[in-house]
């Protein structure tokens, strides 16, 4: 088969098994776009903006588990979609980007919408390459998907010049199913004798703790945690990304840890003696100070990344390994050896945990004519019988959604941890519609977010994407003001959001339907409507507490047993304190 | 503490600024970087010397193991090892004393002038680069015309080698 460039990139992409591209057009992709118009089998999906483009491939990519791919223009193109690809990096999500480059022989004359995009990317991207020689444009593809969806998964940016694409020019084209790169090698299996050791280590804990992450869902290996937890009976908290792999319904799950994780997870994570972390990175917002982590504990790690171990805290038994291979390890050890949990001291252990957990650390008061922000998500959890993909942006919206939306099933939680990228959601949303169109996917957002990829409403309507926006409207920057409540003695600078567009009449402007609430009365019916309306676009626009704060709170340089708690906790803790009851 | 890695890396475009763009983008020391092609055209040769604690180096050695570029990486100084640095120095060298004094010095330090006119002698040093300061030192400071070091280099002694 004789396929020019552009036809070569548009097979490929048949040949792996993509059905989906999202990417915005220009002069360097002109060749591409071409092609694509000339076929069907891959669908592409014009979004707004290159940022929506690579956030909608990510979310895509999060809730299916499979790369995805956007196409691009060269300069402003590639600059667009940067967010995006550094989003993803920071998550470690399989995204392959196309970016159009301006013709091989003007490179570096600062050509029109030149701009060196391998260089741009470099910082964020797993790898990336420009293609010098059309016959090795396939097998540079395929370099692509296998290295952003091996090892730890990661963006990998291709850099296309135009004449690479030229329709006149045609080589012979055949599928590179498989690749060899001898400086890359991704597989890394658990020694045997460390996770000997683990488990040793993990049944003789009295105060044991599982603390898992992202690595587990990219790996897919929910069901071996899964086993693994209850064969155990140890408590486990995930992290903001690991939600899901673990049900979080289950009574062995005490929440996310960090930041501003439960009371429980965190206190948990301060007095265990051994800690079980799988495919977790130790990031700041869950170690806080790094010199008061957990300080009574022995720390088994397993993630797939040699640079992710010892990086922040010290393991004590290393495991590099992927998180499925060693998590079935384990079990096999743990159903052969004749070594039993100590169940008093477990029991012990989770007596105290309880005695945590009744401070009910999420409480929050609710008030008359008021929408709480909190009882917006949990609203949105019964009305969507917890079943939904949920999105978010960033922001106290985002803590609110992982706090009030227990997770059953891995993938239906996708949000950007790692980077924080305001104006993931929305596009986010599009692309997990786009993957499961006949599923509930909402997008649990804040006014200022929003407004960051409001532009993709447009797509949404073009693609019949109809996702539900759940926007938890406090007129403020809602995360940064109650920093400058807390650190800044209320001084509010520069996050009142004035001005703000009437959301209604926007949504309805897009084609979509809009909904405002702003009494507690009215949520109920409203959230349902919103979600029985399934072949519409529903812009929910909830009027929120102006000033309600996250809670509980790690401050910096704060250790895990010293979080700042709700007013409605601090009292309990008083009262339980006068009656010599608290522990 | 300071340390020689040594790696072995995809003679491609853009593989030395991922090299040390990791460096700058993480905040790593930096001493010296050489790098030139290998026996075998397809493999570039490098040699970076940094310091750190036991923890940054180790990260260090994890971050460029995980560069798609890097074929092989040894970090040299946990073996015996040979380090060797090369240098050009022009000084002024006008009248009889002073290009005696230069061709003095320059035997000691077992240095070879390279390049001779009326008025400058251009030096050729090789050794550790703590021999190289000594012979900067040694030399009046305003005679010094120019100097161009080459950065470390560095080998295994005996059949320990770092090759594909
Ligand atoms: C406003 C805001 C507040 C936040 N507050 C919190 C908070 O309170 N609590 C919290 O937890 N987070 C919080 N975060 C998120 C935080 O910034 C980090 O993104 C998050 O904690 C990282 O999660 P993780 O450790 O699971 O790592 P991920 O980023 O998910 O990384 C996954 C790890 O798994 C490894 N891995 C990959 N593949 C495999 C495999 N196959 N097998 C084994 N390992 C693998 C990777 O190498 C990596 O080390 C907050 C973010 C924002 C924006
Ligand atoms: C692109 C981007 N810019 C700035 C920030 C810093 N930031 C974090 S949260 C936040 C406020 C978000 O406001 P909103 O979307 O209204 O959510 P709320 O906190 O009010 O729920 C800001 C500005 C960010 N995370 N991303
Ligand atoms: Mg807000």
């Known amino acids: ?583 | 503490m300071r340390h020689i890695i040594s790696l072995l890396v995809e003679n491609e475009a853009g593989a030395l600024s991922r090299i040390s763009g990791l460096f700058s983008a993480r905040g790593y020391n930096i001493e010296s970087l050489t790098v030139a092609t290998t026996e075998d055209q397809t493999l570039s040769r490098m040699t970076i010397i940094t310091t750190g604690s036991d923890r940054i180096i180790e990260q260090i050695t994890k971050q460029l193991n995980k560069l798609v570029d890097v074929v092989k990486l040894q970090d040299i100084t946990e073996g015996n090892f040979i380090e060797r640095e090369m240098m050009f120095v022009k000084v002024k060298a006008e009248g009889d004393t002073q290009r005696g004094e230069v061709k003095r010095l320059s035997d000691i330090f077992r240095a070879r002038i390279i390049d001779v006119t009326d008025t400058t002698f251009c030096i050729e040093l090789t050794g550790s680069g703590s021999k190289l300061d000594a012979y900067i030192k040694s030399m009046h400071e305003n005679n010094i015309v120019e100097v161009v070091r080459s950065g470390s280099m560095g080998i295994l002694r005996g059949e320990k080698a770092l090759t594909l």
């Open chain 1, 1 to 583: 088969m004789e396929l020019s460039g552009s036809e070569i990139i548009i097979q490929f992409l048949k040949d792996e098994g993509v059905k989906h591209i999202f990417g915005y057009p220009g002069g360097a992709v002109l060749h591409i776009y071409d092609a694509l118009q000339k076929q069907t089998d891959v669908e592409h999906i014009l979004v707004r903006h290159e940022q929506g483009a690579s956030h909608a491939a990510d979310g895509y990519a999060r809730a299916t588990g499979k790369p995805c791919v956007c196409l691009v223009t060269s300069g402003p193109g590639a600059t667009n979609a940067i967010t995006g690809i550094a989003t993803a990096y920071m998550d470690s999500i399989p995204l392959v980007v196309i970016t159009g480059q301006v013709p091989s022989h003007v490179i570096g004359q600062d050509a029109f919408q030149e701009v060196d995009a391998v260089g741009i990317s470099r910082p964020c991207v797993k790898h990336n390459f420009l293609v010098k020689d059309l016959s090795k444009l396939a097998e540079t593809l395929k370099k692509a998907f296998y290295v952003a969806t091996t090892g730890r998964p990661g963006p990998v940016v291709v850099d296309i010049p135009k004449d690479i694409t030229a329709p006149h020019i045609k080589i012979p084209y055949e599928y590179p199913a498989k690749v060899e790169m001898r400086s890359y090698n991704p597989n890394f299996k658990g020694h045997p004798r460390q996770i000997k050791r683990a488990v040793e280590l993990m049944l003789g804990a009295k105060r044991p703790m599982v603390y898992t992450g992202g690595g587990v869902i990219m790996d897919d290996a929910s069901q071996e945690l899964r086993d693994f937890v209850h064969k155990l009976g140890f408590p486990i908290t995930q992290t903001l990304m690991g939600l899901g792999a673990f049900p979080g319904t289950d009574p062995q799950f005490i929440g996310m840890l960090g930041m501003h994780g439960t009371y429980e997870a965190n206190m948990a994570m301060h007095e265990c003696d051994v800690l079980i972390c799988i495919g977790a990175r130790f990031d700041d917002r869950i170690t806080g100070v790094t010199s008061k982590f957990c300080p009574y504990a022995q720390i088994i790690h397993v993630d797939i990344d040699p640079a992710s171990i010892s990086k922040t805290i010290n393991a004590d038994i290393p495991i590099v390994g992927g998180a499925k291979q060693v998590l079935t390890e384990m079990l096999k050890q743990l159903e052969k050896t004749e070594v039993q949990v100590d169940q008093a001291a477990l029991e012990s252990w989770w007596n105290t945990i309880k005695s945590w957990q009744s401070q009910d650390s999420f409480a929050y008061a609710k008030k008359d004519g008021v929408i709480q922000p909190q009882e917006a998500v949990e609203e949105l959890y019964k009305v969507t019988k917890g079943d939904a993909y949920i999105t978010s942006d960033v922001g106290q919206h985002q803590m609110y959604a992982a706090q009030f939306y227990p997770f059953d099933e891995p993938r239906r939680w996708i949000n950007s941890g790692g980077l924080g990228t305001m104006g993931f959601g929305l596009p986010a949303a599009m692309g997990i519609k786009l993957a499961f169109p006949d599923k509930d996917v909402a997008c649990v957002t804040g006014e200022g977010s929003i407004q960051m990829c409001i532009q993709e409403l447009s797509t949404c309507l073009q693609y019949g994407l109809h996702v539900k926006i759940i926007n938890l409207n406090n007129r403020y920057l809602g995360m940064v003001r109650q920093w400058q409540e807390f650190f800044y003695e209320k001084r509010y600078s520069h996050v009142y959001m004035d001005s703000l567009p009437d959301f209604v009449k926007l949504a309805e402007a897009y084609g979509h339907v809009g909904i405002r609430v702003d009494d507690p009365n009215d949520l109920h019916d409203a959230m349902v409507e919103a979600f029985k309306l399934k072949d519409r676009t529903v812009f929910l626009d909830i009027i929120t507490d102006q000033e309600a704060n996250v809670y509980p709170m790690i401050s910096a340089g704060k250790a895990h047993n010293e979080m700042d708690i709700s007013p409605l906790q601090q009292a309990k803790q008083a009262l339980l304190k006068s009656k010599g009851e608290l522990v």
